[in-house]
Structure formats: C-alpha cells, structure tokens
C-alpha cells in the first residue's frame, strides 16, 4: 500500500535501493520512474523473463519450478468473512480486541515468532520483548511465525468483512498446500 511512499524513504536516507514491490491485489512497481502500482511494469519484466527461459530450452513454467527448488514453495491465500449488520461490526471487533489481547501462539501447529500490532505500532516477539514498528498506523495484525510463513488480520475499511491473509512457505508444493490447509483451520477456530 504505501510502496512509494518507501521508495522516497530509501532515496531520501541512501541506505536501501528499491528492486521491486506489489501489493495482494495485483499492483506490482518495479521502477519508481512511475510511482503508482499497475500490472504493465510486471507484465514487461514476465516477458524478459520467458525470453530467457525459452532461449535456455525452458517454458516460464520450468524457470518458476527451478526457483521454487531453490527458495522454497510459497502460496498466498485471503479469507475474506463477511458479518453484515450491526452484530457483524461488532464481532468482527470482538476478533480483532481478541487477538491483540490473547495473541494466538500457533497457527497449524506452526509457533508465531513475533506478533505486529501496527495499531499499536509495536513488534512483540514469543519472549515478550517490544520493539517499534515503522509502519503507518492501521488496525491490522500480523504473526510472524517459526518456518518464515506468516498470517495478517484486518478489518475491512469499505465492507462488512474481517480479511485473512496467508503467506505460507515449505519445502514441497505438498507440505506448501497442507500448510495453508492448516491455516485456515486455525482461522476458522477465530472467526467462530
């Protein structure tokens, strides 16, 4: 949401040079020479991309295979939970005070590492020491969990829907997959 907002940040303190961002929704920004998301930028790169595959004897399909064997299988998922009414505002309020009061500790059977409360604009680790978060202020949190995989909530600011996001990563597409599946029970647990 704020890539450029970054961008301007990195170039004002020199201590970071910016390679690429996007947001779940599709935007991607991969040069700040346009500071606005879009799918043009991304949709040029991913034909360079397959330029060099196919001229290696590979599909685009075979180069992400090779990446996902040397980084690790990622998949992303949202939940999106629509409460209407009144009751609907109100539990997903509920939710939202209960899991910044009573921080869940596994998701899956994954412990989370760090819990980021960017309305309280602090990070908590498992241990129980703070740190600062610079981000801009919203009521969003997200878990950091043990294998690099993490779990962010937040409520809608336009819907009557609480969101779930979920970025797992694992060593197989199998384990990736059951992982997620594993996700989404523990999500289930906190929306009933």
Same mark, same amino acid.
Request: charged fraction near 30%; hydrophobic fraction near 40%; glycine fraction near 6%.
């Given at each position: 949401?704020?890539?450029?907002?970054? %961008?301007?940040?990195?170039?004002?303190?020199?201590?970071?040079?910016?390679?690429?961002?996007?947001?779940?929704?599709?935007?991607?920004?991969?040069?700040?020479?346009?500071?606005?998301?879009?799918? =043009?930028?991304?949709?040029?790169?991913?034909?360079?991309? @397959?330029?060099?595959?196919?001229?290696?004897?590979?599909?685009?399909?075979?180069?992400?295979?090779?990446?996902?064997?040397?980084?690790?299988?990622?998949?992303?998922? /949202?939940?999106?939970?629509?409460?209407?009414? =009144?009751?609907?505002?109100?539990?997903?309020?509920?939710?939202?005070?209960?899991?910044? #009061?009573?921080?869940?500790?596994?998701?899956? #059977?994954?412990?989370?590492?760090?819990?980021?409360?960017?309305?309280?604009?602090?990070?908590?680790?498992?241990?129980? #020491?703070?740190?600062?978060?610079?981000?801009?202020?919203?009521?969003?949190?997200?878990?950091?969990?043990?294998?690099?995989?993490? =779990? @962010?909530?937040?409520?809608?600011? /336009?819907?009557?829907?609480?969101?779930?996001? %979920?970025?797992?990563?694992?060593?197989?597409?199998?384990?990736?997959?059951?992982?997620? @599946?594993?996700?989404?029970?523990?999500?289930?647990?906190?929306?009933?």
């Amino acid at each position: 949401k704020f890539i450029a907002e970054k %961008i301007q940040k990195f170039e004002e303190d020199c201590q970071h040079t910016f390679i690429f961002g996007f947001e779940e929704s599709y935007g991607y920004l991969i040069k700040p020479f346009v500071r606005d998301k879009d799918a =043009i930028q991304a949709l040029v790169l991913l034909a360079e991309v @397959a330029s060099f595959y196919k001229k290696s004897g590979k599909t685009l399909y075979d180069g992400l295979q090779d990446l996902f064997e040397k980084y690790g299988f990622y998949q992303e998922k /949202t939940i999106s939970v629509t409460m209407d009414g =009144i009751e609907g505002t109100e539990k997903i309020q509920a939710i939202m005070d209960k899991c910044r #009061n009573e921080a869940p500790h596994l998701f899956g #059977n994954v412990p989370v590492t760090a819990t980021e409360d960017f309305k309280s604009q602090k990070i908590t680790n498992a241990g129980g #020491n703070t740190d600062k978060l610079a981000f801009p202020a919203a009521d969003v949190l997200k878990y950091i969990l043990s294998d690099g995989s993490w =779990i @962010a909530i937040r409520p809608s600011g /336009t819907e009557p829907k609480i969101k779930f996001y %979920i970025a797992a990563k694992a060593a197989t597409a199998k384990e990736v997959a059951a992982k997620v @599946a594993g996700f989404e029970a523990s999500i289930e647990k906190l929306v009933e």
